[in-house]
């Protein structure tokens, strides 16, 4: 296990991360020819939707092995060959649960950044992600090759935009066109590359050239200086006055790196095959193995307060965690696991401790990328396939019946838009909703549902591009065509000042009737709370029997809204009354009771519609930049700030979702071409009254023809 590296290669659209892991593939010997995005022709973007439109959709997993080699450059771990586990992740925000469950299972990450345009938004949000779980962490700064790349800009960006711990390893020879290497800071060594070789497998490690030596010292003592204010065994030899050998300051950089109190950064051009075998190195020296990284821990099944840690052991108890379900179309349900303790072969007996229920293995499988590779046995710390099981879902704990766990699952956003579909055929009914059950089941951020209302089939995802892709899936996956409205928003609604409501429920027909008699208070809780439900009945004003049919009641009116039909959202219920029959008092009577109390508070509360709000960066040439700022405030957007950069200027604004549809199209218009944007869920906010006014028409509804 000290010899594997679980890594995830994690950054913005368009940073670099397809073709960085291509070129890792191809010097670790996996592939022997490499691939290009442009060309659709790369490892691990090997879906159809994924190569026409050259961007990464799902993570891929592979795994390739790297020996470190030379007599000139100090390896920690000189001539074993290591087993690296990869996955690339997706850098659209609209994937965004891909990265999310892959650095729930991962050990260490890769962090790509364009050299140019420095930290973008989707890369603040995969740091974000890398730091909830915990994950280590190294920086690879990309495409110095590209005319304005600035690689001290990039630094400084990282250290004040994510507030990274972030100093150089490696500092580029020449930049844009001149890139013709990198210097190894820690052993003061330049690897030139051979500018005759193509395949950038030819370099030279040769002192640093006399020009660039107080750089290369000006980095070193940086470099130490930080270290050894993080680091007492590095303090102590300066301290001392004792030399510090490479191997010694690397050491500490990998303990640094594992505590997650380091970032080392490293630079080069994937693209262009410079500085990417240092940085495979960088993975081996600083990157954790499982054994470096803290114990995974899990709930125990009978009692949710006792934790226990689940130590990576080969020889343990089984335990791993469900990170991905994929259909294939070959071989069916594939359901992606990282084992924690322990070892698995076929023909095991699995236990799922979220349905009780047992599961014969009966294939197990290593992952390269669409490829699957049967396996007899896999180790802790391995990333796996398995074949065949039922009722298992994204997140849940597979392990040894006789030491069952619950490990923590990822967590993932709430799906922000939504469409209505419907089967052009009666043939493709049928198929269609296998096909969206399918799909729901791989994709947590997807949601598939009919509306009680309309009778409407609707698809809600994370953007227009994750629901045209589910839509491509549907018909080149499962042949289903299917028609789709327009997408429709998320709105939420809630109250703005406290209120009482009483419910009733009486029907007397003769014989037994229904009496059903509920007061609450509803209040407005905090912008992101919730709704919380609480019972203050004193002195049996409703029997205990029937408070959770009152609960229902309550959450069931919640769920369908009062001024819309949209979920009521941060709210404070209190049940505070009522009255009871002796015969005729009933569950269903109470849970109308509730219904109707929390539908007339509601109304007394001035309830509001919310809107889900997008934080929007939009990065352009300076002479389109008064054209984007016009249509962002025609689209009610608010400016946050404005930034220049490297000779663009970053526009960063708060937008209405509901304003941003076609927004892809709009940009390119305005800025022929030129202007990109980014965008990601940010926050609820109220709607305008005028706006309101329209969406309550549009939900009326409308007369009958005649």
Known sequence: MEHTRNIGIAAHIDAGKTTTTERILFYTGLIHKMG?????????????????????????????????????????????????????????????????????????AVAVFCGVAGVQPQSETVWRQATKYNVPRIAFVNKMDRTGANFENAVAEMRKKLGAYAYPVVIPIGKEDHLHGVIDVINQKAIVYDETDELGMRYDVTPVPAELEDAAKAAYAELLDAVSNKDDEIAELIIEDKPVSAQALKQAIRRLTCKLEFVPVLCGSAFKKRGVQPLVDAVIDYLPSPLDVPAATGQDVDDDETVREITSDDNGKFCSLAFKLWTDPYVGKLVFFRVYRGQLKKSDIIYNPRTRKRDRVSRVMMIQADKRIDVD??????????????????????????????????????????????????????????????????????????????????????????????????????????????????????????????????????????????????????????????????????????????????????????????????????????????????????????????????????????????????????????????????????????????????????????????????????????????????????????????????????????
């Open 36 to 108: 290009d995005v442009d060309d659709g022709n790369t490892v691990t973007d090997w879906m159809e939707q994924e190569r026409e439109r050259g961007i990464t959709i799902t993570s891929a997993a592979t795994t390739c092995y790297w020996t470190q080699k030379g007599e000139d450059v100090v390896k920690l771990f000189d001539g074993v060959p290591h087993r690296i586990n990869i996955i690339d992740t997706p850098g659209h925000v609209d994937f965004t649960a891909e990265v999310e469950r892959s650095m729930r299972v991962l050990d260490g």
């Open 377 to 706: 046995t896999v180790y802790s710390g391995d990333i796996a396939a398995l074949v065949g099981l039922r009722n298992i879902t994204t997140g849940d704990t597979l392990c040894d019946e006789d030491a069952s766990v619950l490990l923590e699952p990822p967590t993932f956003p709430e799906p922000v838009i939504s469409m209505a579909v419907e089967p052009k055929t009666k043939a493709d009914r049928d198929k269609m909703s296998e096909g969206l059950q399918r799909l729901a089941e791989e994709d947590p951020t997807f949601r598939c549902f009919t509306n009680e209302e309309t009778g409407q089939l609707i698809i809600a995802g994370m953007g227009e591009l994750h629901l045209e892709i589910i839509r491509d899936r549907l018909f080149r996956e499962f042949k289903v065509e299917a028609n789709a409205g327009a997408p429709q928003i998320a709105y939420r609604e809630t109250i703005t000042r406290s209120a009482e409501g009483e419910g009733k429920f009486i029907r007397q027909s003769g014989g037994r009737g229904q009496y059903g008699h509920a007061v609450i208070t509803i209040t407005p809780n905090e912008r992101g709370k919730g709704v919380e439900i609480e019972n203050k009945i004193v002195g049996g004003a409703i029997p205990k029997e029937y408070i959770p049919a009152v609960i229902d009641g309550l959450n069931e009116a919640i769920g369908g809204g009062v001024l819309v039909g949209y979920p009521v959202v941060d709210v404070k219920v209190a049940i505070i009354d009522g009255t009871f029959h002796e015969v005729d008092s009933s569950e269903l009577a109470f849970k109308m009771a509730g219904i109707f109390a929390l539908k007339e508070a509601c109304k007394k509360a001035a309830p509001i519609l919310l809107e889900p709000i997008m934080k929007v960066e939009c990065t352009t040439p300076e002479e389109y930049q008064g054209d984007l700022l016009g249509d962002l405030n025609r689209r009610r957007g608010k400016i946050v700030s404005i930034e220049a950069k490297n000779n663009a200027t970053s526009l960063n604004a708060h937008v209405p979702l509901a304003e941003m549809f076609g927004y892809a199209t709009a940009i390119r218009s305005l800025s022929k071409g030129r202007a990109a944007y980014s965008m990601e869920p940010f926050s609820f906010e109220p709607v305008p009254a005028n706006i309101v006014a329209t969406i309550l028409d549009s939900a009326k509804p409308k007369p009958a023809r005649t």
